[in-house]
Structures are given as C-alpha cells and as structure tokens.
C-alpha cells in the first residue's frame, strides 16, 4: 500500500528557509505525477508545484523563483525546497501522488504545517 509522509514543517522568519520531504513507500517515482498542494487559512488547497511524470515541474506564479521541487531517487523522497519566505506562505503543505492504472488513484499524505512570521 502506498504511504505518502511529509515532514520539515515548522516556525520561521519571513526572509527564511524550509525544506519539506515528502517520504513515499510502495511507490514508484518517475510514472505519475506528483504534485505539492498548500492550503492557507480560510482559502481552498492550490497547487504550489506540480512534477510529471517525465521530469518536468511546474510552480504556481506565487512561488516561482522562491520554491524548488525534486526528487531523491535513492530515498524515495519528493522535496520542495522553499526559499525567501513570506507570511503569505503561512499554509499546511500537502504532496499527493497520483498512482495505479493510467495514474487513476491519487494518494495523500497527512500534511506537514508551516507558519512564518513578519
């Protein structure tokens, strides 16, 4: 069975830096997409960034130039590296992993919080 869990979440300054690690067992990277989803107070989860399946990554215009996501192969990990945070950025961050026939299923992990302050 598939299990998607992120962690690297945390407290920081706004300027700062986090890294988040998406861990993922009984799945195999480079097939499906893989996407990095946020959702802030009182707004609808969105996309921060998105890897298909053939290696290209896609970032939301609110990140772009501050986030970077990739994977270690040898871990088994998806990443999202994240840069010059913004309170704006406050959010609980979520990796779901689309899987099976044709990519059908999608998996979730549980969520990883992050909150930066001014």
């Known amino acids: 069975q598939v299990k998607l869990v992120e962690s690297g979440g945390g407290s920081v300054q706004a300027g700062g830096s986090l890294k988040l690690s998406c861990s993922a067992s009984?799945?195999?990277?480079?097939?499906?997409?893989m996407v990095w989803y946020r959702e802030r107070p009182g707004k609808q989860k969105e996309v921060v960034s998105k890897?298909?399946?053939?290696?290209?990554?896609n970032y939301a215009d609110s990140v772009k130039g501050r986030f970077s996501m990739f994977v270690d192969n040898a871990k088994n990990t998806l990443h999202l590296q994240m840069n010059s945070l913004k309170t704006g950025d406050t959010a609980g961050y979520y990796c779901?992993?689309?899987?099976?026939?044709?990519?059908?299923?999608?998996?979730w992990g549980g969520g990883t919080q992050v909150t930066v302050s001014s």
């Open positions: 779901q992993a689309g899987g099976g026939p044709k990519c059908l299923y999608s998996y």
């Open positions: 890897l298909s399946g053939d290696g290209i990554v």
């Open positions: 009984n799945y195999i990277f480079g097939t499906c997409e």
